[in-house]
């Protein structure tokens, strides 16, 4: 687990967003003796009332008729005045509003009067505790429900900041406060913050890192017993993410620990759905229903769980940290004897082999998986048991070895034309340790499972391309596997997996020879390949038709691999030329065993010196001239500019080993002189690295060099000189004198 900082957490704390409140379960709701007694009073004051609502309307009609008696005063023969017909408007008006009033009070009394009536036979056939015996003891008046505690309300002590701090904090308060402290931190206080709290707590972690970086989290997470960290993932029931960050030398560092914690998980989610579970049946039909399903989010919610994604990192240690073999809970707790059930689990990433084959025999279920990435795959039985429960997956990376492999793990999913319907993504499918026969049966059991022209996003892993018939073959059965199971868009974006450079892999150049007889859709494959390609081999195989070579057959290129016959007449010193000018993006040219094959190019230095040079006139007279790094040992004015040589001596029998002092020396001064040339004579030249190879040459080497190094570097040269265990180099200096090469 991360350390703490104010920037950064690996644990979280948040509120779970459907638990607003706590309460207490409780049963049905009845009407106790208490309540028909309340009825009974009201029932009386309501009769009273209705009283005094008649007497009211009495008064009214009273006062309505002395207005409507009353004439306004006249003189006899004389016309009204203005104020007394005025009066009398006003007197007429009064009688009407109280006309009005008398006949609401009327209506309200009669709709009362009804009520009234209809409660009255109801209380007389209710019992009378007033006039029951008195040796029947009466009802105890219970509440059908107790409410212990409500989140978010404040503390008791909390006018005017009064207290102790810790008694101005709400519970909710404190809870989120202290799920920000590691396990190992909060556990020491398990018994002074009680048991709901601290509960409490730990429920408030979203992200949980099982981290062996962190010192502390490292040490705490090895000495966990396996049931403390079940008992860790039953409390955190709100947690989103677990996280393994395991060291890259043991992979299988509390692999246990991480099961352990995805287990109890499940656990504490069970629990909490059977709670929910019982609550919604015991206040089924009842006014609690519908607070009960407010509070859950409803019935499906309360079920689904909160653990969204399992994730791995890989983590380089300082060689300082030892982790002992084998490392601490490596092997999983016993396999649970009840299923587990992850149903919000929707994302696992990166997640290695030895991890991968640890849920083989536990019973999880996790339906709602969308997202599977692996590390790599040596077991398909552990990919096959997280496929076997995923109802819809969407996106997954394989990382397999070969066809075969995946073809096994996918093959554990029913054949229903639907288990594989909804894959959009598949990534990491290597073919170039399959064999034909496994990539058609890749092939069919994708399309068994229903995948057909719906795959998004391919990416598929061709490697090497060697100049070989099976090459061929192979490439035509991945092209048939691409038409059955891709999109035309996913063609058109690029299928093959990309290194960090942009390419993907190496091809021989005679392979676009040799395909050209075979099926077009092989042959269309190559050629994409190739145009992706980081580097061309050549060998100098006959070619019986000579693919044509333009700058749009190996475009992204920047190395060109020498090996074997490619120098070994005239013919194929043409070809290599005309395969190295005519790549663009051409940076290095090496001999030998570059690509660790073995192989090695078989060529007198005459024909070296003779290649560079025919490779100069032909990059001058296209107006490509470019730099390059070469590992050969040549030099001449005739050469494109070089930056960087590379020289391995290699060779030194056992005998020679001892041999005079004089021959070393002649060794040393031929070595030193072959460094001044290239020095002074390469164009663009910047550095040399000579490799010794052989304990006794390196250290006889070095002495030498060594008493002279102070008058070499001192000298004011162009070129600074060093050496270390791996041998000699010698790298230009800057303008302010400074080596500008990384040593």
Known sequence: ???????????????????????????????????????????????????????????????????????????????????????????ALVSSHVATAQSQLTRTHEDVSRVVDALKPILAAAPNPATQDDAVAPAVKRPSFR?????????????????????????????????????????????????????????NYTHLVIDCEDDTARRMWAAMPLAVAHNWGERATNVREIRHRYPSRREGWCRGTWVAVVEGHGRGWAAIAEKKR?????????????????DDGGPRLADEGTLEVLSFEEVKLDDSIDIPYPPPSSLPPPAPTAPIHLPALKTVDNIPTFSLASRVGRQWRTPAVKTLITRDISVASGLRAWL???????????????????????????????????????????????????????????????????????????GWMPSTDETVECSQ???????????????????????????????????????????????????????????????????????????????????????????????????????ASHMPSLSCVDEGDAAGDGVVLDAPVGDLWSFLERLHVELVRRGKERSLTLGLWLNSDKLPPIETVYVNIDGIED?????????LETLYRHVMAMITSFNQKLKGHKKTCVSLLGNDLGSDF?????DQQASINNSGGAYEFSIARSGLRVERRDAAGQSNGSS
């Not at 997956?393 to 229903?416: F, K, M, Y």
């Open 1 to 91: 687990m991360m350390p703490l900082s104010s920037n950064s957490r690996s644990l979280s704390a948040r509120r779970h967003p459907h638990s607003s409140a706590w309460r207490c379960s409780g049963g049905g709701v009845s009407l106790p003796s208490g309540m028909l007694a309340s009825v009974r009073e009201g029932t009386r004051a309501v009769e009273e009332g209705l009283r005094h609502l008649q007497e009211l309307s009495t008064t009214l009609g009273a006062v309505r008729s002395h207005f409507e008696q009353a004439q306004p005063p006249s003189l006899s023969g004389q016309a009204p005045s203005a104020t007394s017909l005025e009066l009398h408007v006003q007197r």
């Open 477 to 579: 059965n991945v092209a048939r596997l691409i038409d059955a199971i891709a999109r035309h868009e996913a063609v058109e974006k690029g299928v093959f997996a990309l290194n960090n450079d942009g390419t993907c892999g190496r091809i021989d150049a005679e392979l676009l020879s040799r395909s050209s007889t075979g099926p077009a859709a092989a042959q269309q494959l190559i050629r994409d390949f190739a145009k992706r390609a980081g580097m061309v081999n050549y060998s100098g195989d006959d070619e019986a038709i000579p693919a044509a070579i333009t700058d749009d057959t190996f475009p992204a290129a920047h190395s060109l691999l020498l090996l074997s016959d490619a120098l070994a007449n005239g013919a194929k010193k043409k070809r290599a030329v005309e395969i």
């Open 702 to 706: 070095e002495r030498r060099f060594l």
């Open 147 to 203: 409410l212990v505690y409500r989140s978010g309300n404040p503390p008791l002590v909390n006018q005017g900041h009064q207290g102790p701090a810790r008694r101005r904090l709400s519970r909710d308060e404190l809870a989120n406060m202290l799920g920000h402290l590691q396990p190992w931190e909060l556990a020491p206080h398990c018994r002074r913050l009680g048991t709901p709290l601290f509960h409490q707590s730990a429920a």
């Open 388 to 462: 076997a429960h995923c109802e819809a997956i969407e996106v997954l990376h394989l990382n397999g070895r070969d066809a075969s492999t995946a073809a096994s793990a996918l093959s554990g999913l029913p054949a229903d034309g639907k288990s594989l319907a909804a894959l959009r993504t598949l990534r990491g499918v290597r073919m170039y340790w399959s064999i034909p026969a496994a990539i058609d049966r890749l092939r069919e059991v994708m399309v068994a499972r229903g995948v057909s022209r719906s795959i998004r996003e391919l990416e598929i892993g061709m």
């Open 278 to 294: 019982r609550e919604r049946e015991g206040a089924e039909g009842t006014a609690d229903a519908a607070a009960v399903a407010q």
């Open 655 to 663: 005998d020679d080993r001892h041999k005079e002092d004089a021959e």
